[in-house]
């Protein structure tokens, strides 16, 4: 390779190797999380599991908050959340567009349960937490609301339902803990849930 090939080569090497690093550590994260939960997480066992050291995580993550908050992104990342809910946002018909959203959602939840379910617990406890969640929790309200202000503009809202309280209902019946227990109850995957639900939200809106 000429030396001005490889010049040009070498951050995008970097580049990659950064991100070889990055996703070492949160698999790594993510095991150790379900495995001895958050309290008990040591990032020099994540460290030495990712094959590399306690401050290179610091280097990527700031603080082992920094990390959880991460672990989170990466599962959207990984699923591809925020693409999937825009592609049910640009569905034509807002029937159609909130069935894809709580499909979407469902799927979501199937991506690694046992980690929501760490989050979830952990969020109960632990005030940082609550704050990192939350901050996802409130993006998902804001996208349900979205969807569910559509369904009112098509006269599909049933009394004596307004936006708002539809939207909180319609959260509640989609969150990882109630998906959870449904599925867990009726011995199901989170993925088979969707038509449950959407028989269960049509005393809110109408779907039909």
Known sequence: MAESESKQAGPGL???GVRRTRSSILTAARRHLVESGYHRLSLEDVAADAG???VTIYRHFDSKLG???AIGED????????????DAAGLADPVAAFTAMVRELCRFWDTDPEVFRRLISLSAVDPEAQQVIAGREHWRYQQIGTFVQRLAHAGRLLAPFNVREAAAVIGTVT???ACDEVATRLRTDLTELDE????LLTSVVRLD
């Open 175 to 177: 969150s990882f803990p």
């Open 75 to 86: 599962l959207a990342q990984q699923a591809g959340l925020v693409a999937r809910m825009d």
């Open 196 to 199: 449950i639900l959407l028989r």
């Open 52 to 54: 590399v050291t306690r």
């Open 14 to 16: 970097r580049a990659a």
């Open 67 to 69: 990390l959880l908050d």
